[in-house]
């Protein structure tokens, strides 16, 4: 989910994604959301809608106040960032969205690992389903 708090609406263009690595960020590489996506885990079972119809890259649309806009954005991670991010326990990155006016729009992502808990998570605005095996 996205939103704008400005009272101008927004026009998003590109989204990018940078993940701090040894005080450098290293931005990701963008993936278009690929039709029937699967997400095999050992632990959990994933199901998400029809993705590649919500893929905030390949949509155009308005962002404008208090206007939620639902979907989903894809990054891969290369080898190093993955290592990296499979053993810090905690991970910071920073989302950019370019709108039409090449304005950049700054979010800082701090995550720590979430330990798997016991349950269903149901997104149904997202159309989203995690359930725990």
Same mark, same amino acid.
């Given at each position: &989910? ?11 263009? *590109? ?7 040894? =005080?450098?960020?290293? *931005? ?14 050992? +632990? *959990? ?11 905030? *890259?390949?949509?155009?649309? =308005? ?10 954005? &894809? ?22 969205? +370019? ?14 690992? &979430?330990?798997? +808990? ?9 159309? &989203? =389903?995690?359930?725990?095996?």
């Amino acid at each position: &989910m996205i939103t704008n708090k400005g009272k101008k609406p927004i026009y998003p263009l *590109q989204f990018d994604l940078f993940y701090k690595l040894n =005080k450098k960020w290293i *931005q990701l590489n963008k993936v278009i959301i690929p039709e029937n996506l699967e997400f095999p885990s050992d +632990t *959990q079972n994933i199901e998400i809608g029809k993705t590649s119809k919500n893929d905030l *890259q390949m949509d155009k649309y =308005k962002l404008v106040e208090s206007d939620p806009f639902f979907g989903h954005i &894809m990054f891969g991670l290369n080898d190093e960032v993955f290592n990296d991010f499979k053993k810090s326990p905690k991970c910071k990155f920073k989302l950019i969205c +370019t709108d039409s006016v090449r304005n950049k729009h700054k979010i800082k992502i701090p995550m720590k690992k &979430m330990i798997p +808990t016991k349950g269903t998570f149901l997104y149904p605005k997202l159309k &989203m =389903k995690i359930e725990n095996k």
